[in-house]
Nanobody, 124 residues
């Protein structure tokens, strides 16, 4: 069983910052990439950012470019998301996920294991 646990969510004012962390544990597995997704009430889960261990490629959703920074440690099966200049529209449950096989990093359907999510609420 692979377990991913997110932490670092909370309530912040617009313009504030949060740093999310995610660590995987459980049975041994190989991770091609790890990513962050978010889902607001009544909306589809959307891509936020991802990092691939092979080549170190990083991708961001246009909505968070320049504000969010993803980083990771493959040896620790961990990924982080530094979120700055937060906006109310960033309010969502944030999920980390790991992808086992090569392929698109932006499609949530391509990821194999997911954390339980951590709530991020940005007040105006």
């Amino acid at each position: 069983q692979v377990q991913l646990v997110e932490s670092g969510g909370g309530l912040v004012q617009a313009g504030g910052s949060l740093r999310l962390s995610c660590a995987a544990s459980g049975r041994t597995f190989s991770s091609y990439a790890m990513g962050w997704f978010r889902q607001a009430p009544g909306k589809e889960r959307e891509f936020v950012a991802a990092i691939s261990w092979s080549g170190g490629r990083i991708y961001y959703a246009d909505s968070v470019k320049g504000r969010f920074t993803i980083s990771g440690d493959n040896a620790k099966s961990s990924v982080y998301l530094q979120m700055n200049s937060l906006k109310p529209e960033d309010t969502a449950v944030y999920y980390c996920a790991t992808k086992i096989v090569a392929g698109t990093l932006r499609n949530d359907r391509a990821y194999n294991y997911w954390g339980q999510g951590t709530q991020v609420t940005v007040s105006s």
